[in-house]
Protein backbone atom coordinates (compact mmCIF):
# COMPACT_ATOMS: atom_id res chain seq x y z
CA UNK A 1 0.00 0.00 0.00
CA UNK A 2 3.01 2.15 0.77
CA UNK A 3 3.59 1.98 -3.26
CA UNK A 4 0.82 4.87 -3.85
CA UNK A 5 2.69 7.41 -2.43
CA UNK A 6 5.19 6.86 -5.14
CA UNK A 7 2.68 7.23 -7.59
CA UNK A 8 4.12 11.31 -7.39
CA UNK A 9 6.56 11.82 -10.43
CA UNK A 10 9.89 12.16 -8.22
CA UNK A 11 9.17 9.96 -5.54
CA UNK A 12 11.97 7.88 -4.57
CA UNK A 13 10.90 5.42 -1.70
CA UNK A 14 8.78 5.24 1.36
CA UNK A 15 8.97 3.93 5.13
CA UNK A 16 6.86 3.39 7.70
CA UNK A 17 8.30 3.51 11.32
CA UNK A 18 7.36 2.95 14.64
CA UNK A 19 8.34 6.06 16.74
CA UNK A 20 11.20 3.90 18.50
CA UNK A 21 12.75 3.40 15.07
CA UNK A 22 11.55 -0.31 13.70
CA UNK A 23 10.67 -0.61 10.29
CA UNK A 24 7.24 -1.42 10.02
CA UNK A 25 6.71 -1.22 6.18
CA UNK A 26 8.70 -0.39 3.20
CA UNK A 27 8.31 -0.08 -0.79
CA UNK A 28 9.75 -2.78 -2.60
CA UNK A 29 12.10 -0.31 -4.28
CA UNK A 30 14.33 -0.13 -0.99
CA UNK A 31 15.98 -3.15 0.08
CA UNK A 32 15.86 -4.05 4.20
CA UNK A 33 18.86 -2.81 5.58
CA UNK A 34 18.68 0.35 4.33
CA UNK A 35 14.94 0.71 5.12
CA UNK A 36 16.24 -0.20 8.52
CA UNK A 37 19.03 2.70 8.51
CA UNK A 38 16.48 4.66 7.19
CA UNK A 39 13.77 3.99 9.55
CA UNK A 40 16.54 4.37 12.53
CA UNK A 41 17.48 7.77 11.29
CA UNK A 42 13.66 9.50 10.89
CA UNK A 43 12.98 8.11 14.58
CA UNK A 44 15.97 10.37 15.50
CA UNK A 45 14.54 13.32 12.93
CA UNK A 46 10.99 13.17 14.27
CA UNK A 47 12.39 13.03 18.22
CA UNK A 48 14.59 16.47 17.93
CA UNK A 49 11.49 18.16 15.39
CA UNK A 50 8.87 17.72 17.76
CA UNK A 51 10.99 18.81 20.75
CA UNK A 52 11.45 22.24 19.00
CA UNK A 53 7.43 23.01 19.26
CA UNK A 54 8.52 25.84 22.30
CA UNK A 55 10.16 27.80 18.91
CA UNK A 56 7.03 28.37 17.78
CA UNK A 57 5.88 30.23 21.22
CA UNK A 58 3.73 27.46 22.17
CA UNK A 59 5.68 24.60 23.41
CA UNK A 60 2.66 22.69 23.67
CA UNK A 61 1.90 22.29 20.03
CA UNK A 62 2.16 19.13 18.37
CA UNK A 63 4.50 18.26 16.05
CA UNK A 64 2.92 17.50 12.10
CA UNK A 65 5.75 16.87 9.43
CA UNK A 66 9.66 17.63 8.96
CA UNK A 67 11.09 18.53 5.29
CA UNK A 68 14.73 17.48 4.59
CA UNK A 69 16.20 19.01 2.03
CA UNK A 70 19.98 18.05 0.36
CA UNK A 71 21.41 19.01 -3.21
CA UNK A 72 19.93 15.64 -4.84
CA UNK A 73 16.23 15.76 -2.98
CA UNK A 74 13.78 15.92 -0.38
CA UNK A 75 12.88 13.76 2.87
CA UNK A 76 9.38 14.46 3.85
CA UNK A 77 7.64 12.68 7.55
CA UNK A 78 5.01 13.21 8.88
CA UNK A 79 2.68 11.31 11.29
CA UNK A 80 1.38 8.32 10.81
CA UNK A 81 -0.81 7.73 13.86
CA UNK A 82 -0.16 7.63 17.08
CA UNK A 83 3.64 5.91 17.59
CA UNK A 84 4.14 5.37 13.32
CA UNK A 85 5.27 8.02 11.22
CA UNK A 86 5.22 7.83 7.04
CA UNK A 87 8.91 9.27 5.51
CA UNK A 88 8.88 9.62 1.72
CA UNK A 89 12.25 10.43 -0.20
CA UNK A 90 11.82 12.47 -3.56
CA UNK A 91 13.63 14.29 -6.11
CA UNK A 92 14.29 17.79 -5.99
CA UNK A 93 11.69 18.65 -8.73
CA UNK A 94 9.02 16.64 -7.25
CA UNK A 95 5.01 19.09 -6.68
CA UNK A 96 5.89 19.01 -3.16
CA UNK A 97 1.83 19.88 -2.42
CA UNK A 98 1.64 16.75 -4.37
CA UNK A 99 3.77 14.36 -2.48
CA UNK A 100 2.09 15.87 0.86
CA UNK A 101 -1.02 15.74 -0.09
CA UNK A 102 -0.99 11.97 -1.33
CA UNK A 103 1.20 11.37 1.94
CA UNK A 104 -1.78 12.50 3.83
CA UNK A 105 -4.41 11.07 1.89
CA UNK A 106 -2.44 7.45 2.39
CA UNK A 107 -2.31 7.84 5.88
CA UNK A 108 -5.76 8.43 5.89
CA UNK A 109 -6.19 5.56 3.96
CA UNK A 110 -4.66 3.17 6.65
CA UNK A 111 -6.09 5.05 9.62
CA UNK A 112 -5.66 2.48 12.65
CA UNK A 113 -3.46 0.01 11.00
CA UNK A 114 -0.41 2.41 11.23
CA UNK A 115 -1.02 3.14 14.66
CA UNK A 116 1.57 1.55 16.82
CA UNK A 117 0.99 0.85 20.26
CA UNK A 118 3.94 1.37 23.04
CA UNK A 119 6.00 -1.97 22.68
CA UNK A 120 5.79 -3.41 26.35
CA UNK A 121 8.31 -5.27 28.24
CA UNK A 122 8.11 -8.46 26.15
CA UNK A 123 11.06 -10.00 27.55
CA UNK A 124 9.91 -9.92 31.33
CA UNK A 125 8.96 -13.95 32.26
CA UNK A 126 7.37 -15.49 35.61
Request: negative net charge; proline residues 4%.
Amino acid sequence: MLDSALEIPGALHAVLISADGLLMARTRDIDKDNADRVAAAMSGVQSLSRSLGFFCDNPTQRWQQTLVEFDGGWVFLISAGDGAYLGVSALPDVDMQDITFRMQQLVGQLGKFLAAPPREDLGARR
